[in-house]
């Protein structure tokens, strides 16, 4: 999971939670979004599937996993 997360979140989720000010985070495991996290948040418990999979949509920028346009099915 660490260089292949199953989901990514999208850039729309990204431009929401920088200009909104909502601090959501991802599951990389089950693609659930996950409230209260910090931008910079790894590895994070998921309230949803429970996995430590959460990540703040910071995180998933800098470490490139951000799902554009092209790239959605």
Request: hydrophobic share 25%; aromatic share 6%; charged share 30%.
């Amino acid at each position: 999971m660490k260089n292949n997360p199953r989901h990514w979140p999208t850039i729309e989720q990204c431009e929401s939670s920088m200009f909104d000010m909502c601090d959501i985070g991802i599951c990389v495991s089950c693609g659930s979004e996950n409230e209260g996290r910090e931008p910079d948040t790894e590895h994070g418990r998921c309230e949803y599937c429970g996995e430590h999979a959460v990540f703040g949509l910071e995180e998933c920028a800098t470490r490139g996993w951000i799902k554009l346009d092209a790239q959605i099915e």
